[in-house]
């Protein structure tokens, strides 16, 4: 059983820094690319980050010059370092990723979500 547990997400107010984390757990072999999703209140989840197996990135152009993406592979851990945060940011972040598990085909799979506000 895989498991994808993100953490981090809390009350900022706007301007501030948020970083979260996003951690695989299981019978994993490999894993392949790891995005983090948001989705604000009444709209449809979308991508924001996405980091290749590599380190490679990509971004929305919302975030673009103030969220990092970052991996840590020995720890199975993605990252979203959020700076600069705004009121629209305010959403439930998702972490989602490609993964191998030991028996069986590769699989995409989801966390639950954590919550940031951005709200003075």
């Known amino acids: 059983q895989v498991q994808l547990v993100e953490s981090g997400g809390r009350l900022v107010q706007p301007g501030e820094s948020l970083r979260l984390s996003c951690a695989a757990s299981g019978s994993i072999s490999t894993i392949n690319a790891m995005r983090w999703y948001l989705q604000a209140p009444g709209k449809q989840r979308e991508l924001v980050a996405t980091i290749s197996s590599r380190g490679s990135t990509n971004y929305a152009d919302s975030v673009k010059g103030r969220f990092t993406i970052s991996r840590d592979n020995a720890k199975n851990t993605v990252y979203l370092q959020m700076n600069n945060l705004k009121p629209e940011d305010t959403a439930v972040y998702y972490c989602?990723?490609?993964?191998?598990?030991?028996?069986?085909?590769?699989?995409?799979?989801w966390g639950q979500g954590t919550q940031v506000t951005v709200s003075s």
């Open positions: 989602n990723a490609d993964i191998w598990p030991i028996v069986g085909p590769l699989r995409n799979y």
